[in-house]
C-alpha cells in the first residue's frame, strides 16, 4: 500500500455494488468505478490496506431501500420488514461464489484475510486485504448449522442482525430524531450464535443492534465488544448510533468502535445530504476518543452503503481525513491506532 498510514475499514457494502443481481454486468474490483466509493485504484490512492467487506442480503422484491419520507420536523422512522430464508441462502451463495472467483482471478492484487496474521500482513502488502463479513444473518437457522460451512468459505466476522429482524435480534430501525431502545433484544437461538462464533473465531459486529440486542451480546460475549460502523447518539440521534454508556461498555470490554461516514448518520440534523464538512466526522471521531480514549475507536466508512459527503468523496479520500484528525491534536500515535491499530489489536482477540 503506499506511503503514510495504511487504513484496515470497518465496513463496506462494495460486494453489492460488483455483484449485482438482475441487470447489471458485474463490475471489477481492479476498475476505477464510475460511481460508488471503493475499488483497487481508490483504496490505493487512499492508503486502504483492507478492510471488513459486507455480505448484505437485499430484499427479494425490490434492488434498494426506499427513502424514507421525512415530516414537517424532517423527523422519520424506517423499518425494514423480514426477509425470506430461502432467498438469503441463495443470495449468500451466490455472493460468496463470486467472491471466490473475484480472488482466483487476482490473486496478485487482493488478499483474503483469514487470520490475524493475514491482517498484519496486508498492512504492507500490495495486496488489498478483505475480510468477510456477513451484515444480517438471516442465512443462518437458529441451530447455527450452516455456521462451520460459512467459516470455511471465509467469513470471519457476524453482525447477527441488519435493521431487520430475523430468528437472533430484531435490529435497529432507522430513525431520526430516535433512541435505539426500542424492542427485545437476543433470542435464544442469538446467544447461541454469539457463543458459536466465539468458539470458532467468528467475531461478532454490533452495529444494528438495538439497545436490548446490544446489551444481551455484551452479557454473553466473553471478548472484547466490536462495533464496526456507527456514530456518537450525543452529537446525531440516529437510532443507529450509540450513546455513552454503550461506548463505554465497549471501551471498557477492550473492544472498538468504527466511526460510520454515513451522512445520515453525523450530521445532527437527520439529514442524508452530501453537503457536510468532512470536519463533522472528525467531531464524532474525537468526541469518541474523549469517552472511550485512543485505544477504542477506529473507522468504518460505509463505502458503497450509504451517502458520503463531497469533501471526502470516496476511498481516496482517506489521507484528508487523517490529516484533518491530526489537525485537531490527535498525536500520531493514536492516529496510527485509529487508522488500524485498533482493529487489529481487537480482532487478534475473536480470529483463531
Ligand atoms: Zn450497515
Same mark, same amino acid.
Given at each position: 500500500?503506499?506511503?503514510?498510514?495504511?487504513?484496515?475499514?470497518?465496513?463496506?457494502?462494495?460486494?453489492?455494488?460488483?455483484?449485482?443481481?438482475?441487470?447489471? @454486468?458485474?463490475?471489477?474490483?481492479?476498475?476505477?468505478?464510475?460511481?460508488?466509493?471503493?475499488?483497487? +485504484?481508490?483504496? &490505493?490512492?487512499?492508503?486502504?490496506?483492507?478492510?471488513?467487506?459486507?455480505?448484505?442480503?437485499?430484499?427479494?422484491?425490490?434492488?434498494?431501500?426506499?427513502?424514507?419520507?421525512?415530516?414537517?420536523?424532517?423527523?422519520?422512522?424506517?423499518? +425494514?420488514?423480514?426477509?425470506?430464508?430461502? #432467498?438469503? &441462502?441463495?443470495?449468500?451463495? /451466490?455472493?460468496?461464489?463470486?467472491?471466490?472467483?473475484?480472488?482466483?482471478?487476482?490473486?496478485?492484487?487482493?488478499?483474503?484475510?483469514?487470520?490475524?496474521?493475514?491482517?498484519?500482513?496486508?498492512?504492507?502488502?500490495? &495486496?488489498?486485504?478483505?475480510?468477510?463479513?456477513?451484515?444480517?444473518?438471516?442465512?443462518?437457522?437458529?441451530?447455527?448449522?450452516?455456521?462451520?460451512?460459512?467459516?470455511?468459505?471465509?467469513? /470471519?466476522?457476524?453482525?447477527?442482525? #441488519?435493521?431487520?429482524?430475523?430468528?437472533?435480534?430484531?435490529?435497529?430501525?432507522?430513525? #431520526?430524531?430516535?433512541?435505539?431502545?426500542?424492542? +427485545?433484544?437476543?433470542?435464544?437461538?442469538?446467544?447461541?450464535?454469539?457463543?458459536?462464533?466465539?468458539?470458532?473465531?467468528?467475531?461478532?459486529?454490533?452495529?444494528?443492534?438495538? &439497545?436490548?440486542?446490544?446489551?444481551?451480546?455484551?452479557?454473553? @460475549?466473553?471478548?472484547?465488544?466490536?462495533?464496526?460502523?456507527?456514530?456518537?447518539?450525543?452529537?446525531?440521534?440516529?437510532?443507529?448510533?450509540?450513546?455513552?454508556?454503550?461506548?463505554?461498555?465497549? *471501551?471498557?470490554?477492550?473492544?472498538?468502535?468504527?466511526?460510520?461516514?454515513?451522512?445520515?448518520?453525523?450530521?445532527?440534523?437527520?439529514?442524508?445530504? *452530501?453537503?457536510?464538512?468532512?470536519? /463533522?466526522?472528525?467531531?464524532?471521531?474525537?468526541?469518541?476518543?474523549?469517552?472511550?480514549?485512543?485505544?477504542?475507536?477506529?473507522?468504518?466508512?460505509?463505502?458503497?452503503?450509504?451517502?458520503?459527503?463531497?469533501?471526502?468523496?470516496? *476511498?481516496?479520500?482517506?489521507?484528508?481525513?487523517?490529516?484533518?484528525?491530526?489537525?485537531?491534536?490527535?498525536?500520531?500515535?493514536?492516529?496510527?491506532?485509529?487508522?488500524?491499530?485498533?482493529?487489529?489489536?481487537?480482532?487478534?482477540?475473536?480470529?483463531?
Amino acid at each position: 500500500m503506499p506511503a503514510g498510514i495504511p487504513v484496515f475499514d470497518g465496513h463496506n457494502d462494495t460486494l453489492q455494488r460488483l455483484l449485482p443481481r438482475t441487470g447489471d @454486468a458485474p463490475q471489477s474490483i481492479l476498475d476505477h468505478g464510475d460511481s460508488g466509493h471503493l475499488d483497487v +485504484p481508490r483504496a &490505493r490512492a487512499g492508503g486502504m490496506a483492507g478492510g471488513f467487506f459486507a455480505i448484505y442480503i437485499r430484499a427479494q422484491e425490490s434492488r434498494n431501500p426506499p427513502e424514507p419520507v421525512p415530516d414537517d420536523n424532517n423527523a422519520w422512522t424506517w423499518t +425494514p420488514s423480514a426477509i425470506d430464508v430461502a #432467498w438469503a &441462502r441463495a443470495e449468500c451463495d /451466490r455472493l460468496l461464489t463470486g467472491i471466490d472467483a473475484m480472488f482466483d482471478a487476482h490473486p496478485d492484487q487482493l488478499m483474503r484475510c483469514l487470520t490475524h496474521d493475514d491482517l498484519v500482513a496486508c498492512l504492507s502488502d500490495d &495486496r488489498l486485504g478483505i475480510l468477510l463479513h456477513i451484515e444480517g444473518a438471516a442465512m443462518i437457522g437458529p441451530d447455527c448449522a450452516e455456521l462451520p460451512e460459512l467459516y470455511e468459505r471465509g467469513i /470471519r466476522s457476524i453482525g447477527p442482525v #441488519w435493521s431487520r429482524p430475523n430468528c437472533f435480534a430484531h435490529g435497529i430501525r432507522f430513525g #431520526w430524531p430516535s433512541s435505539n431502545d426500542i424492542g +427485545p433484544g437476543l433470542t435464544e437461538a442469538g446467544r447461541r450464535l454469539v457463543a458459536e462464533c466465539e468458539a470458532l473465531g467468528i467475531a461478532i459486529d454490533l452495529s444494528h443492534m438495538n &439497545r436490548q440486542g446490544f446489551l444481551d451480546t455484551a452479557q454473553c @460475549a466473553t471478548k472484547p465488544l466490536i462495533a464496526t460502523h456507527c456514530g456518537a447518539h450525543d452529537l446525531c440521534e440516529s437510532a443507529r448510533n450509540l450513546t455513552d454508556d454503550q461506548l463505554r461498555m465497549v *471501551a471498557d470490554s477492550g473492544g472498538v468502535v468504527g466511526v460510520n461516514f454515513y451522512t445520515g448518520d453525523l450530521r445532527g440534523d437527520g439529514l442524508n445530504h *452530501a453537503d457536510m464538512p468532512l470536519d /463533522r466526522l472528525v467531531d464524532h471521531v474525537l468526541y469518541m476518543l474523549d469517552v472511550m480514549g485512543e485505544d477504542h475507536v477506529a473507522l468504518g466508512s460505509d463505502f458503497d452503503g450509504a451517502v458520503m459527503c463531497d469533501e471526502l468523496g470516496d *476511498a481516496s479520500g482517506f489521507p484528508r481525513l487523517l490529516e484533518l484528525i491530526t489537525g485537531r491534536g490527535v498525536s500520531d500515535t493514536a492516529l496510527s491506532k485509529i487508522a488500524h491499530g485498533n482493529f487489529l489489536r481487537v480482532l487478534e482477540h475473536h480470529l483463531t
